[in-house]
Structures are given as C-alpha cells and as structure tokens.
C-alpha cells in the first residue's frame, strides 16, 4: 500500500482563500519535504522537515507556511492563495540515516487557484 | 548552494537506441546524487543513488548512471531503450551535512523513445 499518502488530490481555491495540503507517512522516515513542480521549473523545495514540531524553509517558502505536529503528518498551508500558486504539490518523506535520504513520493496534489 | 542542471529538457531516441541523459550538479563535497523517474501523473521514483565506491552504479530496469568527480557530473545511461522509458527523469543531490537534509532536483529532461 502507498507509503505516503497526499490529500486532497485535486483543489480548486478562490483567490484570497486558505488552503491545507495534507501529507501522512507510514515509512517512520524523520524528514518530509514539500515540492512544487512547474513545467521549466522541475521540482522546488517549499518547505522541509527534521522531524515532529520542526519546519525549515526550503528554496521558495514565500506564501506558504508548513506544520509538522507528528512523525507521520506534515501539512502545507497557504493562507492567501494566489493564481501564481497553481501548481502540482508533492510531498515526500526520507530518512538520511539509513536510506541514503532517498525519498519517497505521494502522487501529487493538483491545486488551481481562481 | 547547491544546484543541479540538466542541460536537455527534451530529448528523443528509437526504441533499441542507447540513451545518454546529463546531470551536472555543484557542491563543495562529494553529495549523495540520485536519478528519479515520473510516469504520467504520478510521484518520483527512484532508478539509482550514489555516494561513493565504483562510480559505475546500477539501478533499476537496466538504468546506470557514472559519477565522475572532475566534471562534476552524473550522466544516465542504458544500453537499449523501450518505449516504456518514455518518462520525465530527475537528477538530484543531498548534501548530507550535519547542519541541512535538503534535497535538491534539476529541472528534468523528458524522454520520449519512438517505436
């Protein structure tokens, strides 16, 4: 069964409006990482995390907060969506212990912002 | 900082053809690197890493991928492509720093292999 799970998978958002992208792990990985992937832009890292209660702010964090209130969850927020923050979102968990800090992917969360 | 290019967004090959996909990347140490492969609307997976021994690793599906320190690269390879390697590939870096765990991605080359 899929390891890291995303949800929603498909959003539509108004203009000015909060959004909360979702991301649960089953790999017990500590770090997890937001990704947004735009055609030219490949994938860039939003927000990332060591573990439960930690957010570090990845390459393009403006516009976008992150929580991590567990091992297993860790959430993408944008408080005041904009149409420049239509995109594709992946989340991902790794774990630079024993992996190598190979990730593992969800399947993306399509958001279009009207 | 650490970055990563991949120097061709597209590139097209037939089906039995050998496949050459570049990565050069840019770091002050040797970092993890790693190819990933998306399929149409899903997530990245990973076809190979590497972090140090034989600069010649092996991945899944027939895949390798060659390390070389002086031109800071790390190209994909495989010896004869089917059309089911038709994907988006990524190339990427992990520091691996005491003081940072972020993943950094180039910009993916899409490949598309003729029948």
């Known amino acids: 069964e899929a390891a890291v799970t995303q949800s929603p998978r498909n959003k539509v958002a108004v203009t000015g409006g909060k959004v909360t992208l979702s991301c649960n792990q089953t790999?017990?990985?500590?770090?997890m990482y937001w990704y947004r992937q735009d055609t030219g832009h490949g994938l860039r890292l939003i927000h990332y995390?060591?573990?439960?209660?930690?957010?570090e702010k990845g390459d393009i964090p403006d516009g976008y907060k992150a929580s991590r209130p567990s091992q297993e969850n860790f959430s993408l927020i944008l408080e005041l969506a904009t149409p420049s923050q239509t995109s594709v979102y992946f989340c991902?968990?790794?774990?630079?212990?024993?992996?190598?800090?190979?990730?593992?992917f969800g399947e993306g969360s399509r958001l279009i912002v009207v | 900082a650490q970055s990563v290019t991949q120097p061709d967004a597209r590139v097209t090959v037939s089906e039995g053809a050998s496949l050459q996909l570049r990565c050069k990347y840019s770091y002050s140490a040797t970092p993890y690197l790693f190819w990933y492969v998306q399929y149409p609307r899903q997530g990245l997976q990973l076809l190979l890493k590497?972090?140090?021994?034989?600069?010649v690793v092996q991945g899944v599906n027939s895949f390798e991928a060659e390390f070389s320190k002086s031109n800071s690269s790390f190209h994909l390879q495989k010896a004869s492509v089917h059309w089911s390697d038709s994907a988006v590939y990524f190339c990427a870096l992990s520091p691996l720093s005491s003081n940072t765990n972020k993943v950094v991605f180039g910009t993916g080359t899409r490949l598309q292999v003729l029948p």
């Open positions: 995390s060591y573990g439960a209660g930690s957010t």
């Open positions: 790999n017990n990985h500590n770090n």
């Open positions: 590497y972090y140090s021994g034989d600069p």
């Open positions: 991902a968990s790794g774990d630079s212990q024993n992996s190598g800090n190979t990730l593992y």
